[in-house]
Each structure stands twice: as C-alpha cells, then as structure tokens.
C-alpha cells in the first residue's frame, strides 16, 4: 500500500535535547512538507522540499532543522532552541507543488 | 496573499440532518481548493479537492463542495449527517501554478448529535 508513515507516535523530550521524528512516503512525491499543529491553530508550515538536497523555511522554522537525502524520506529535528516544542507534528507529500497534500499519521511530541 | 476564513468554529447537528460547513478564501489568481477531515489524534484525510473545471465537486463519505467565485466561497455539504462524520474539517487553498503554498483555515469541529 502507498502511503506517508511517521514515527514514533509519541515522542517525549528532556530540556535541552535534540529529537528527530521519522516521515517516510512511498507514493514517489517530489515535494514533502512539515506542520505543527496547536489546539486552535490550524496547521502552521514548517518547512518544505520540492526536490532531493533541498528545502525552504516556511512560517514557523526556528528552532527545527531537516534534511532531504532521499527522495522517500524528510526527517524533522527539533533542536533544544525550540522552546514550547509540545504539539502534534504532521508530514505531508504531494505530486508537485500547490497540489493536494496527503497526510502521515502525526507524531504527538511531549516535553518531560 | 492567500488566506482562509472558516466560519464557526463548532458546528452541532443532529443525525440525519444537513451538514453545512463554511469556507471563504481570498487569492490573487484562480485558486485551487481544498477540504480536509481530521479524527482524533490522526493525521488529515483528503475529502475533495477543486482545481479547474465543473464547479461542483464530489468527494468521499458523500460530502460535496460548491466553488463560486462572486462569492469567493467554497462551503463543504452533506445531505445528511451520520454519527461518523464527527470529526475536524479543515479548509485549504494554493494559487496553483508557482505557489507551493497550501493555506489552512483553522478548522471546524463538527458534532453529530444522536
């Protein structure tokens, strides 16, 4: 089955740590994306890719990082600059750019 | 710039009665549309989408949208409601072309009364 897969689903991190979440798609999209969502808020875009080895900031990049190696994969690191990191995070890929986006499952990020 | 406005917040209905969820956008150039349907704790699911062409547009779990232009409006309908249908609905709009942007409006959470 074609699909986005993320994980973990939950994911808990000590003050002044680096955790990276996992996005993998099968669906061979070139562009891949990254949302936060808050209770209220909607989603807010993180960062973006179009294309293999690069990647835009969208409006809420401070304090996370990514990379995009591979096609099928864009991983998401929040750093220990980001300092309200609690919410849910969604990964999402679509065919080109400004077209429909489908979504992984999230991944639920908790600070201990 | 491109935005979305989506109208309530929370929206209740009763079983079987009509769904009615409000979307107005604003965009410089044709927008292409979107409504999403979120469930606890889970990512975004596609319900329809609005590109180019016929201006009624059906999608999944029989729910269906009207884009009308004069009205820069792109309200989300389903003849009758059914208990599964609670969840999140989100609004999303891109100017196509160049713009990889995909902008959400702040969701509306509909409730299904039994």
């Known amino acids: 089955d074609g699909g986005i897969t993320q994980s973990p689903k939950y994911l808990f991190r000590k003050e002044g740590q680096n955790v990276t979440l996992s996005c993998e798609q099968n669906?061979?999209?070139?562009?891949m994306y990254w949302y936060r969502q808050d209770p209220g808020q909607g989603l807010r875009l993180i960062y973006y890719?179009?294309?293999?080895?690069?990647?835009q900031k969208g409006d809420i990049a401070e304090g996370y990082s990514v990379s995009r190696e591979k096609k099928e994969s864009f991983p998401l690191t929040v750093t220990s600059a980001q300092k309200n990191p609690t919410a849910f995070y969604l990964c999402?890929?679509?065919?080109?750019?400004?077209?429909?986006?489908?979504f992984g499952p999230g991944t639920r990020l908790l600070v201990l | 710039a491109q935005s979305v406005t989506q109208l309530g917040s929370h929206v209740s209905v009763s079983e079987g009665a009509l769904v009615l969820l409000r979307c107005n956008y604003s965009?410089?150039?044709?927008?292409?549309l979107f409504w999403y349907v979120q469930y606890p704790n889970q990512g975004l699911q596609l319900l329809l989408k609005?590109?180019?062409?016929?201006?009624l547009v059906k999608g999944i779990n029989g729910f269906e949208a009207e884009f009308k232009k004069s009205e820069t409006s792109f309200h989300l309908t389903k003849p009758s409601a059914h208990m599964s249908d609670a969840a999140e609905y989100f609004c999303?709009?891109?100017?196509?072309?160049?713009?990889?942007?995909?902008?959400f409006g702040k969701g509306t959470l509909l409730t299904v009364n039994p």
């Open positions: 999303a709009v891109s100017s196509g072309g160049s713009n990889y942007k995909l902008t």
């Open positions: 965009s410089s150039v044709p927008p292409y």
């Open positions: 669906l061979n999209h070139d562009a």
């Open positions: 890719s179009q294309i293999v080895n690069d990647f």
């Open positions: 999402a890929s679509s065919l080109s750019r400004g077209r429909a986006q489908y």
């Open positions: 609005y590109t180019t062409g016929a201006t």
